[in-house]
């Protein structure tokens, strides 16, 4: 399966702990994006990459949260000090870049983080 | 925060009837996209509708586009079980990221 994958998918954790989700995108997909997605409601942009630059971060995205892309490839997004707030999906999504388009997002399973 | 809103919240409707969801939005936009949500799953695209563009078809899908009124609709003809699922209208704007609105919960029974 080529698609847009992410790990783990569920996550429980103690308020102040640390957590990190991984992100692979489709292979060929040069811009990766991050979304927040709280129950009854769609999903919240986070931040984006284009290869391994991080571009775009929302105001959502705290000074706990930090996200990489190091080789242009897989991502990572790091929630600090983990708070009950932080509960919810998190979903992964990536795109290919073609100049003067854009294109439709391709999205991954997600992972539901639980904090308790 | 959400561009705009899906209206309705929810919709239950028969097997093979019409499903129609419309979507608002605030801001000037590049395109709008429909995705489909299965109950706790990652989202899938449906269909892109362009700025410039007033209607779309795709399959049992039919997207209309109302820049003036900043709306939007999604026909569903012929529903099947298999389409219940939460649909939510995404807007692109000059950036590169999408805005969701709050979603519309379908649920067709057999």
């Known amino acids: 399966d080529t698609g847009v994958s992410q790990d783990p998918r569920h996550k429980i954790t103690k308020r102040g702990q640390n957590v990190t989700f991984r992100c692979d995108p489709i292979s060929e997909h040069n811009r990766l994006y991050w979304y927040r997605q709280t129950l009854g409601q769609g999903p919240e942009f986070l931040t984006y990459f284009q290869n391994e630059a991080q571009l775009e971060k929302s105001r959502l995205l705290s000074d706990r949260f930090s996200a990489e892309r190091p080789k242009g490839s897989f991502s990572t997004l790091e929630i600090q000090r983990t708070e009950q707030g932080d509960s919810a999906m998190y979903l992964c999504?990536?795109?290919?870049?073609?100049?003067?388009?854009?294109?439709?997002?391709?999205f991954g399973p997600g992972t539901r983080l639980t904090v308790t | 925060s959400q561009q705009g809103e899906e209206d309705p919240q929810a919709l239950s409707i028969q097997e093979g009837e019409n499903a129609t969801m419309n979507c608002s939005y605030k801001t000037s936009i590049n395109n709008l996209q429909w995705y489909r949500q299965n109950s706790g799953r990652g989202l899938v695209h449906l269909i892109l509708?362009?700025?410039?563009?007033r209607e779309k078809h795709s399959g049992r899908l039919r997207v209309t586009l109302d820049t003036s009124k900043k709306s939007s609709s999604l026909l569903i003809t012929a529903s099947r079980a298999a389409d219940t699922a939460s649909y939510f209208c995404a807007t692109a704007g000059g950036g590169n990221k999408l805005t969701f609105g709050t979603g519309t919960q379908l649920k067709v029974e057999l």
């Open positions: 999504a990536s795109s290919p870049l073609t100049s003067g388009s854009f294109h439709e997002q391709y």
């Open positions: 509708i362009r700025s410039n563009e």
